[in-house]
């Protein structure tokens, strides 16, 4: 029978990193992802967890020790965040690239400069194109949930691909809730034991790894990374059904669409300002209001054609980014969904808005704002501008 605890984000990331019974944790202390390992490297001295930690001098450090231990067949774990992601770039995108099903748990926060330690996807969206797979979440439960799934998701034999399971920084890695915890051996049967077929380092049976690629072969590669990266679109409501099956909770597999059957307006969120928007939600449809929300959970792949179905139709949709788009103006999801929308052959009338920069709270107020915003703009195809919900004079 499951546990119940109060638990923070972190802890949430460590008890579902722990679950999946990882060989190799490597990792170094950043605000706020700092407490995930600091959890599993006491599960694993008192001997709750059966792993090896390494003690990294750096980010890339620790990126290189994870990526060598999963050449080497090791089911591996770790975490950073902002900076430290920065950091460890170079062997971040060699991890993808050479198909290493690590695991990263990221408590999102923002770069510099001016100098920030608050939470805001901008740091994992920022490397969204380095072949990773992307995962975010609402909530703390979701957090441990989704972890369990990353694994079985990034070890299949069909995708074989990093992923990173990540969650606003402080807003849910610093706040307790009501969190249950599956049973061990439930885990066990939902998450095989990670045996690679595709490569493992073996002095008994040497094999060529990285080698200098031409034009030619450098292309099979990148299209078979983006076929996989395909696959683990289809493998991810799977996954999360089967989930659901077993576990009794599920998220919609790449999206969740709440109140949208009927929904003549769309607000699309990510992260954890979710919570609030389905409130306001709720409370817009008490008002007669017919809005409904659409929840991005998978930004790389990113599932253009459910989010183009699940908006085909409306009236209008605005997107509401924790994060921002240099160069568009606008923020990057609304970007994503706009450019799905044109693949599509969909036209809808929408609004970009902005939200919540530097830990600032996304509230109810900004969320009623940004309903009224949208359903002003039905029937109007023109370009609105972006609406910055915590400024004043909102608009730029």
């Not at 003690?55 to 774990?77: D, H, P, Y």
């Not at 659901?244 to 790449?254: I, T, V």
């Not at 792949?301 to 699940?310: D, E, H, R, S, V």
Request: hydrophobic share 45%.
């Amino acid at each position: 029978m499951a546990k119940v605890q109060v638990m923070n984000g972190n802890m949430a990331a460590a008890i579902g990193a722990a679950m999946c019974r990882p060989d190799i944790i490597a990792a170094y202390p950043i605000t706020p992802q700092t407490p995930i390992v600091e959890y599993l490297a006491d599960f694993v001295i008192d001997g709750k967890l059966d792993a090896s930690v390494s003690e990294v001098e750096s980010e890339l450090s620790a990126m290189s020790v994870v990526t060598g231990a999963s050449l080497a067949g090791s089911r591996v774990f770790t975490a950073s965040a902002s900076q430290g992601l920065s950091l460890m770039y170079e062997p971040y995108f060699r991890a993808s690239t050479l198909r290493l099903p690590v695991v990263m748990a990221v408590a999102n926060r923002e770069m510099i400069s001016p100098q920030t330690l608050w939470g805001g996807p901008q740091d994992t969206l920022s490397v969204r194109d380095a072949g990773w797979l992307q995962i975010y979440c609402e909530d703390n439960q979701e957090i441990l949930d989704t972890m369990i799934m990353a694994f079985r998701l990034a070890e299949d034999k069909n995708v074989l691909l990093p992923i990173n399971v990540c969650f606003d920084g402080f807003y849910l890695s610093h706040m307790a809730e009501r969190v249950e915890i599956p049973e061990q051996d439930d885990v066990d049967a939902f998450l095989p034991k990670y045996v690679p077929e595709h490569i493992k380092l073996d002095p008994k049976k040497p094999m060529a790894v990285d080698p200098l690629t031409n034009g030619y072969l450098l292309a099979e590669y990148r299209l078979k990374h983006m076929m996989a990266q395909q696959n683990a679109l289809k493998l991810i409501d799977e996954i999360d059904a089967e989930y659901g099956e077993k576990f009794g909770r599920s998220y919609g597999g790449a999206i969740e669409e709440y109140r949208c059957e009927d929904a003549e307006y769309v607000i699309v969120t990510m992260g954890s300002m979710t919570g609030v928007a389905k409130d306001r939600v709720d409370a817009a449809r008490a008002a007669g209001k017919k809005v409904g929300l659409v929840k991005v959970r998978i930004v790389r792949p990113f599932p253009g054609n459910k989010i183009a179905q699940a908006l085909k139709g409306r009236k209008a949709f605005g997107v509401i980014d924790r994060n921002v788009s240099f160069g568009w103006n606008t923020g990057i999801i609304y970007e994503e969904v706009c450019a799905a929308m044109f693949r599509n052959n969909e036209l809808v009338p929408n609004v970009p808005f902005i939200a919540g920069l530097g830990g600032e709270d996304v509230t109810g107020e900004h969320i009623d704002y940004a309903i009224d915003t949208v359903i002003a703009q039905a029937g109007d195809p023109s370009q609105h501008y972006t609406v910055w919900l915590n400024r004043e004079d909102k608009g730029i």
